[in-house]
């Protein structure tokens, strides 16, 4: 499963402690027998949460199991679950760059003209690239801050977050850019599954 390749290195990791992952029913025995086939620990594998409208509701599910339990130093670490090629060096950066700092997000500067259009039909306004960046995930917070800086938007505001980074951003947390990894893509098109695939060999 492509989930099973992005928790390989989360198990993995010294810095994580715990994983929840926000499935639907149907899923969650699939998930854990296929990690369990890969060879990999389940044994941090706390919990499945049920997903939400949005994928930030989703987030705030998992965050609502986890918040009985947690402590004024704990972190959370939201990764999409269709970005397989995650690294350890990319999980290693974001743990180092948290210090002095609320959150981490990795980012990857725009290569391409970057234009604004209020239609969504014609050129509104050419935006300056260098100031422009395309954000990934994993994306690191302290806990309680960011966990209160989603509960502040509910119920309704919390419908309009695309980026896990902005109820923090919003909220006046200090969240730092690192620089993403290229290779940290998410599968969203065919063309997505086919660049995994061939970097997997598996492809035609």
């Known amino acids: 499963m ?8 989360l198990l993995d990791s010294d810095h994580i402690d715990a994983v929840y992952i926000v499935a639907e ?7 854990l ?19 939400g ?12 199991l986890i918040s009985k339990d947690s402590q004024e130093k704990d972190t959370i670490l939201i990764h999409d679950g269709a970005r397989p090629l995650l690294t350890e060096e990319l999980l290693e950066k974001c743990y180092k760059a948290l210090s002095g700092h609320d959150g981490v997000m990795p980012v990857l500067p725009m290569k391409d003209t970057v234009y604004l259009s209020d239609d969504r039909k014609s050129v ?7 100031k422009v960046f395309a954000g990934q995930a994993p994306e690191l917070f302290y806990f309680k801050p960011y966990y209160e800086a ?5 119920p309704d505001k919390i419908l309009e977050i695309n980026r896990a980074s902005e109820p923090a951003v919003m909220a006046g947390m200090d ?20 660049r995994f695939k061939n970097i997997m060999g598996e492809g035609k």
Do not use: C, Y
Not at 25 to 31: A, C, F, L, T, V
Not at 33 to 51: N, S, Y
Not at 54 to 63: G, V, Y
């Open 53 to 64: 409208k949005t994928r930030q509701l989703s987030i705030l599910n998992a965050m609502q």
């Open 25 to 31: 029913q149907e899923w969650r025995d699939p998930i």
């Open 124 to 130: 509104s306004e050419l935006l300056d690239r260098s």
């Open 2 to 9: 492509i989930v099973t390749h992005a928790l390989s290195v």
């Open 175 to 194: 969240i730092v850019m690192i620089p993403g990894d290229e290779g940290n893509f998410k599968i969203t098109t065919d063309a997505d599954m086919e």
């Open 150 to 154: 989603n509960m502040s938007l509910m």
């Open 33 to 51: 027998e296929d990690v369990k086939d890969t060879g990999l620990d389940t044994g941090r594998i706390q919990g499945f949460a049920p997903p």
